[in-house]
């Protein structure tokens, strides 16, 4: 669900191209929530235990929380001494994703409480006000159940590990074609694969076979549809500039700021500047060139070359 | 020592150019562009006599490149 609030987001407030790609893996999306939902409402009927509607709505939230969260990661972006930093040592960017992730947990931690603070002294009972006062009940548990082998595991090897892992793979990433976040966000696509396989396999979760091999084609075909819109619609382009004398130290750290912008060479020859450019649509492009580069007065001349095809 | 290489080329050439370019193991990256010019070729040598050597021995005897900017790279950032 949250792949296709991105999408949306994406048309909506970045007006990317919904060309066929896009619509079909939004349909093979939809129709393998469909699928997922109703056999979840069969295997909830057969076990005597209904799902709730408001259980539905509380995840349909969550989804939509959990794109805001992807789309705010994806739009970080680096300050001028955090570029200079990266530049020295690329591993700068691993203690800065922890110190961030640390900050944002503790903060997250920290309104949970509160917020459910506020819920457990609510004059009226709901689900929501019951939840709230189990969680305090049950919160003296809380070092009992982090001493468990299991939950170090998890800490572990299902937290820390597959993190680090990210933070070098961002860290190290040379793009051909598609950035990391991109890369990401279609093999994102591989977590709900493997979340039904492994549930089925291992937990024995109620999925008929039949259905199971349509929704794994779906999402599989969805994978595939991801990468062929992304690698069709980014816009890719060299940009040469020109740029006024003495202004060599600032200009290139107050451009690589910009949304788009990747690389940044500087040049002995006819152009002083030369920017690797990669954005999602020609909006992008047209907000970089017109609203970020034209505006700075250190710039005298600005030449775009899109490339056409890497053969080489 | 890394140089760009941007060529203005004649008309039906750009195949048999983009070969040539291939061909020229200094030459690390090869693109087709759409404007002002219509190939950018990376190329990564050790000293400019080097640059120099390849650029007067090969590069500037391919038929069909009619003009060459070169622009030596002093420095890149990246994010």
């Given amino acids: 669900m949250t792949i296709i609030f991105i999408s949306l987001y994406e048309k909506g407030v970045n007006y990317e191209k919904f060309d066929v790609f896009r619509i079909l893996f939004i349909v093979m999306l939809s129709f393998s929530i469909l699928i997922i939902t109703s056999v979840s409402l069969q295997g909830a009927e057969i076990k005597g235990d209904p799902i709730d509607l408001l259980g539905f709505i509380y995840l349909v939230l969550y989804s ?4 805001f969260l992807y789309i705010s990661i994806d739009r970080d972006s680096f300050s001028k001494k955090e570029l200079k930093n990266i530049n020295i040592n690329k591993y700068y960017k691993i203690p800065r994703a922890l110190i961030k992730m640390a900050i944002a947990f503790i903060s997250g931690v920290i309104l949970l409480i509160l917020a459910s603070m506020l819920i457990a002294l609510l004059p009226f009972e709901t689900d ?14 809380i070092f009992v159940i982090l001493g468990r082998w299991e939950i170090i595991y998890l800490i572990i090897f299902a937290t820390i590990l597959p993190y680090l892992l990210i933070f070098l793979a961002r860290v190290n990433w040379k793009p051909t074609i598609l950035t990391y976040s991109q890369w990401s966000s279609i093999l994102g696509l591989i977590d709900p694969i493997s979340t039904l396989i492994f549930s089925v396999l291992l937990v024995n979760e109620f999925f008929p076979h039949g259905y199971l091999i349509i929704v794994i084609v779906f999402l599989v075909i969805t994978i595939i549809l991801r990468y062929a819109h992304e690698v069709k619609n980014i816009v890719h382009a060299k ?7 003495g202004s060599l130290q600032l200009v290139p750290i107050k451009i690589l700021k910009f949304y788009g912008v990747r690389k940044i060479e500087s040049l002995i020859g006819r152009y002083d500047l ?13 907000y970089l060139i017109n609203r970020k580069l034209k505006p700075i007065d250190d710039i005298i001349e600005i030449k775009v070359q899109f490339v056409d095809k ?3 | 020592m890394r140089a760009i290489i941007l060529c203005k080329l004649g008309i039906n050439v750009i195949k048999k150019v983009i070969e040539e370019l291939k061909a020229i193991p200094e030459i690390k990256k090869v693109m087709s562009l759409t404007g002002d010019y ?25 038929q069909g490149i009619n003009v060459s900017n070169t622009h030596v790279i002093m420095k890149s950032w990246e994010k």
């Fill in chain 1, 274 to 286: 030369m920017l690797h450019v990669k954005v999602n649509s020609f909006k992008d492009f047209h």
């Fill in chain 1, 310 to 312: 890497i053969e080489k």
């Fill in chain 1, 64 to 67: 939509i929380t959990g794109s």
């Fill in chain 1, 239 to 245: 940009i040469l500039l020109k740029i006024k004398k």
């Fill in chain 1, 128 to 141: 929501i006000t019951q939840e709230a006062i189990t969680f305090f009940n049950e919160l003296q548990f």
């Fill in chain 2, 38 to 62: 219509d190939l950018l070729a990376e190329i990564e040598v050790e000293t400019s006599e080097q640059l120099f050597d390849i650029f007067s021995e090969k590069i500037d005897l391919i």
